[in-house]
């Protein structure tokens, strides 16, 4: 995989935690598949689709496709380019198949366009890897800690992105779950930035 061009997608996972998130996923993904919350673009799924390819494992990955509450009309993240007028909302769906088209990774890579809340109660497929990069309410996080991390088999990896302990450089919805997390059976066992990686023991 080449990460420089990966880099260059729109997106938001910076290279050198998409570069943790990939070792991760080839490691974890020996032992389950990898499922990912929060696709937008595909750029996280093709960072981890670059590790579980080498186990010829694939990546799940979930969203909407709506875009999260910041990508909304005057909303901080918003961007044109992501907006469908014809739809009348932001639809992430072409963006992500431009993305996954530009790389041979991509078929390891299984969208789903589905609200992640609404497939959790039939979901039954255990998992090596999860990766929780959904929408950063507190009720998003918490609800995708509690319906997925049971899915996470042990001695698998539970990874969450966009830690800040200090509210004035981030939410604190992701903090929070990855705090829950480790009192509920996870070990860190590695961190880059603002990007964990917990083992269910
Ligand atoms: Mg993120």
């Not at 995989?1 to 993904?29: C, I, V, Y």
């Not at 694939?58 to 969203?63: N, P």
């Not at 918490?142 to 049971?150: I, R």
């Not at 992105?161 to 509210?167: A, L, S, V």
């Amino acid at each position: 995989m080449d990460f420089k061009k990966l880099n260059t997608l729109k997106g938001f996972m910076p290279q050198h935690e998409g570069e943790a998130l990939s070792r991760w996923a080839e490691k974890f993904s020996s032992i389950g598949p990898a499922l990912e919350i929060g696709t937008f673009g595909g750029k996280s799924s093709l960072y981890m689709a670059a590790g579980t390819s080498k186990n010829e494992q694939v990546v799940f990955t979930i969203d909407h496709h709506s875009g999260s509450e910041e990508h909304q009309v005057g909303e901080g993240y918003f961007d044109p380019d992501i907006y469908d007028e014809s739809l009348g909302r932001v639809n992430t769906v072409p963006l992500m198949q431009s993305n996954l088209n530009q790389f041979e990774e991509s078929r390891y890579v299984v969208p789903m366009i589905v609200n992640a809340n609404l497939l959790a109660p039939i979901w039954t497929m255990s998992l090596g890897l999860l990766f929780i990069d959904g929408s950063h309410t507190e009720i998003s996080a918490q609800n995708d800690y509690v319906n997925w991390n049971k899915r996470v088999l042990t001695g698998g990896a539970l990874v969450i992105h966009d830690i800040y302990e200090n509210p004035d450089e981030g939410g604190q919805a992701p903090f929070l779950i990855y705090q829950k997390a480790l009192e509920e059976g996870f070990n860190l066992y590695e961190r880059v930035d603002t990007i964990v990686c917990l083992i269910k023991t």
